[in-house]
């Protein structure tokens, strides 16, 4: 009669389970390795892309902050486009810079009035344009910004 590979604890009729003579000989294979090379890919770029995803947002709502803002000076003073384009930028500091090729990340377009630009002109139309590169596309080999556009129209005083 053949005897049974019993556990440590003394216990017959119960076999031992059979990794643990491969723990415990230090034997292992690289599984656990590849397995986390293979997820460890997907997850950091869900992780790293929902980041960007937020900054994207964040950086969308400073443009269209700052559009309004330019428009709410152009509504004053509609005539003054160089003031505009100025409160824009000044309200859209975190968007400033430039990229790579020494374009600048940030455009204010010059400000539309219908009616003419003067007081009690019809309306005033300012708009401004962002490229925004997520880290993410970089990772992947992906080089083309995303330009974000935003404009805000207001009735001039």
Known sequence: M???????????GQSR????PALR?????GQAIVEFALVSFAFFSIVFGTI????AVYMYSE??????EGARYGKVDPSNSSGIKA??????SGL???????????????PVCTGGCYQGCADVTVSAQYSFT??????????????MKASAKVEAE
Not at 52 to 55: E, L, T, V, W
Not at 87 to 92: F, H, L, M, P, Q
């Open 2 to 12: 053949e005897q049974i590979d019993t556990v440590e604890s003394g216990r017959s």
């Open 17 to 20: 389970p059979r990794f643990l």
């Open 25 to 29: 000989s230090g034997e292992r294979s």
């Open 52 to 55: 960007d995803f937020g900054r």
């Open 63 to 68: 443009l269209s902050n700052s559009v309004r």
């Open 87 to 92: 409160t824009v930028r000044d309200k859209a």
């Open 96 to 110: 400033g810079g430039s990229d790579a090729d020494g374009n600048a990340l940030l455009m204010v377009n010059d």
């Open 134 to 147: 997520p880290v993410v596309a970089r990772f992947l080999g992906i080089d083309a910004p995303i330009v």
